[in-house]
């Protein structure tokens, strides 16, 4: 079935740093979203994005939905220590299911104080 | 607004026994639902999806089965749970109708655990 390849799979940086990761597919697809998990909790929604170019912000986090509409990105600036979780991609490939979403492998983000 | 509850929190059963796991959405009506599982390799595996009252898809083989009793009820379940049931189970919900790039938002997930 589809797959996403999310990059890193783990991050360790210090407080103050700004991070970067991304997620790729070999199909194209016309939604890409952003989620966190903190230990024990369910994922929660940080970004949706709908169109190719798309370049969206919620206040330190920034995404973008590819130009090729194989790849987005999630950029997190100056993190703090509460940034300390799971970051998932997730997106629906064009022409799939109107209801399943593909979910990266996630990358696991740690803030050192 | 809407939100999603998940129970139990926390679950220990013993190889053999029944399950039965519930979820309830609120503020909305006829919301797509979902059942996933997390193993502790992080990934998020679909197990069953509903897009109406008795209408169950599921997407692996396995010792689960799925139920929608009523429009925001969604309920995971097992006749004799397996050592390889343990894991984070997690209720999703998405809204249905004309647009169909809806998120999906999580509950809190339950941790089942076999012994």
């Known amino acids: 079935g589809q797959q996403l390849n999310q990059s890193p799979q783990s991050m360790f940086i210090q407080e103050g740093e700004d991070v970067s990761m991304n997620c790729t597919s070999s199909?194209?697809?016309?939604?890409w979203l952003w989620y966190k998990q903190d230990p024990g909790e369910g994922p929660v929604l940080l970004i949706a994005?709908?169109?190719?170019?798309e370049l969206t912000s919620n206040g330190r986090l920034t995404a973008q939905f590819g130009i090729t509409r194989k790849d987005s990105f999630l950029n997190i600036s100056a993190s703090i220590p509460s940034d300390v979780g799971i970051y998932f991609c997730a997106g629906r490939n064009l022409g799939g299911s109107n209801y399943k979403l593909t979910f990266g492998k996630g990358t696991l983000l740690t803030v050192n104080p | 607004s809407q939100t999603i509850h998940q129970w139990p929190a926390t679950l220990v059963q013993p190889v053999g026994s029944p399950l039965s796991l519930e979820c309830t959405v609120e503020g909305t009506s006829n919301p797509n639902l979902y059942w996933y599982r997390q193993a502790a390799g992080r990934g998020l595996q679909l197990l069953f999806y509903s897009v109406g009252i008795g209408q169950i898809s599921s997407e692996v083989p396995q010792n689960l089965s799925a139920s929608r009793p009523q429009d925001r009820q969604f309920i995971l379940s097992s006749k004799k749970l397996l050592l390889s049931d343990s894991g984070f189970y997690l209720c999703a919900w998405s809204l249905a109708g004309y647009w169909r790039n809806q998120p999906q938002h999580f509950g809190d997930g339950t941790r089942l655990s076999i012994l």
């Open positions: 199909s194209i697809f016309n939604t």
């Open positions: 994005l709908y169109k190719a170019g």
